[in-house]
């Protein structure tokens, strides 16, 4: 069965594994790592897609590394292809795509750079973005971040709050920030966000309590 433009099932085209699906203009392709560079060439050689965009990663927790590369065949319109293959959290490596696009070399390098992952075969995974001496890969969801390792987040202690002072003010989750507990790397390890706290039955509201404000020309007319 065909998805999208493709001519072929996915199998035929991107060999024994691959998957398509297509959602907002976009066609996407997994395909097993040991597939990666010839599912490259194939999108390159029987798709026409010669124009290559970028090449990135996610990392999913407990699954490994997704690489994405998102190449397009220029037309009108345009055909865009979104192939994907997942490696590994433990010795991550990919077949380099230079081989294919000579322009994924410094897209490779990026990736290298921020989540570790090796590229075999690349002229050159030199540092890119951080300094020589920079440890780690920030962008995996593990790494730690040393400010916060010296400094609480903010909101863990009110201004002018001491370490051993009084009770604290009653913490709100900012407007469009997430419960940490319900969504993230550390669901249902931490108790739960403080909630605000609900008005008694039949406590007036905070306008309802407010003292009526006097009419400052009534009262200088009432005085004449």
């Given amino acids: 069965m065909t998805v999208g433009w493709l001519p072929d099932e996915p199998g035929e085209l991107f060999g024994e594994g691959a998957e398509a699906a297509e959602a907002y203009g ?8 040991a597939s990666w560079t010839a599912a490259l060439t194939a999108a390159r050689d029987r798709l026409g897609c010669a124009f290559f965009d970028w090449l990135s990663a996610v990392d999913e927790p407990g699954t490994g590394f997704l690489v994405c590369a998102h190449v397009v065949a220029v037309g009108a319109p345009p055909r865009r292809l979104l192939l994907r293959t997942t490696v590994p959290h433990e010795a991550p490596a990919l077949p380099t795509a230079t081989g294919v696009y000579a322009g994924a070399a410094w897209h490779e390098r990026e ?46 202690k009110e201004p002018g709050e001491s370490e051993h002072g009084g009770p604290k003010r009653r913490q709100m989750l900012p407007p469009g920030v997430p419960d940490p507990n319900e969504w993230g790397p550390l669901k249902g390890q931490l ?31 009432g005085e004449r």
């Fill in 111 to 156: 990736t290298h750079e921020m989540f570790g992952v090796d590229f075999p075969g690349h002229p050159g995974l030199t540092p890119l973005l951080l300094p020589e001496a920079f440890e780690g890969h920030p962008l995996r969801k593990d790494f730690v971040l040393a400010s916060r390792v010296v400094k609480a987040w903010p909101g863990a």
């Fill in 191 to 221: 108790p739960p966000a403080p909630a605000r706290r609900a008005r008694a039955a039949g406590a007036p509201a905070r306008a309802e309590r407010r003292a009526p404000r006097r009419d400052r020309a009534a009262d200088e007319g």
């Fill in 26 to 33: 976009v066609l996407t392709v997994d395909v097993p790592a």
